[in-house]
Structures are given as structure tokens and as C-alpha cells.
């Protein structure tokens, strides 16, 4: 479960700077400076700061799924996904594929994650809440 000394620490993939923003501020304005967010710019990249972060692992990794491209057929955010499940630190850690790929639900259930569509989350910020307190109860007690 979660440790209270232990920083809760969130990892954001998207290859967009202005998403990549987008989610940092969303995450502050709602939560303040509960979670360190960290964030990266490709797949690649996300898995290498994973794999850095496994003593004190994250506790939830938003990805995109339309990244780089040296995964095809695969997209880059399910390459990221099916890596991070081979690492024992995050086996269940809670991921959730923000995207605007029209299959996001179908590509979500398929690797046992949760999903918030692009162009849904433009229109209520709420949905973002309402994920990570899904995710995360002890939100609901703040």
C-alpha cells in the first residue's frame, strides 16, 4: 500500500509539451502539492524513469498512447504499458491511457487499465478527479 513517509510521486507520458502541461497544472489546481510529478516525452523515456524510480515507485502513471513510432505495430503508449507490468515495483501499479485514439476503451481494457479520453477530459476537467479518486480512495478524504 502506500507508505506516509514516502513521496506520492505521479509520472506523465505524452509526447506534446502543451498535454504534458496541461496534466501537471490539472493535477496542482486540484491537488495542490500532494504529488511530485514527474513527467516524460516518450515511452522510452518514461520506462527509463521507472526503472529509476523502484525503491520509491510511482503511484500512478498517466500515459498517452500515440508517441513515438519505433514500436509498430504496437502503439508506443501499449509498448510502455506491457514493460512496466515486467517490472516487479510496478506489477500493479495504477496506470491510466489519457488519448486521443478512437479505441481508447477497447486498447484500456485489453492491459487491465483505465482510460480517459482527450477529447472528454478538454470538456470536464472533473474527469480527472473523479479517475484518481477511483484509483486512489484516500483522495475522497481530503
Not at 516525452?41 to 529509476?52: M, N, T, V
Not at 512496466?84 to 515495483?89: Q, T, W
Amino acid at each position: 500500500m502506500y507508505n506516509i513517509l514516502m513521496t506520492k510521486k505521479i509520472l506523465i507520458t505524452d509526447d506534446t509539451s502543451s498535454w504534458l502541461k496541461f496534466h501537471k497544472e490539472l493535477i496542482e489546481e486540484l491537488y495542490g502539492n500532494m504529488f511530485e510529478v514527474t513527467t516524460a516525452s516518450s515511452a522510452f523515456e518514461a520506462l527509463d524513469i521507472i526503472k529509476h524510480n523502484t525503491e520509491n515507485p510511482f503511484i500512478l502513471i498517466l500515459t498517452d498512447l500515440q508517441m513515438e513510432t519505433a514500436y509498430e505495430p504496437k502503439l508506443a503508449g501499449e509498448w510502455l504499458i506491457e514493460n512496466i507490468r515486467e517490472i516487479k515495483e510496478y506489477k500493479s501499479v495504477n496506470i491510466v491511457i489519457i488519448s486521443a485514439v478512437y479505441n481508447i476503451e477497447q486498447i484500456a481494457k485489453s492491459y487491465g487499465v483505465e482510460c480517459i479520453s482527450k477529447h472528454l477530459l478538454i470538456r470536464n476537467k472533473l474527469l480527472m478527479k473523479f479517475m484518481l479518486e477511483k484509483l486512489m480512495p484516500f483522495l475522497n478524504k481530503i
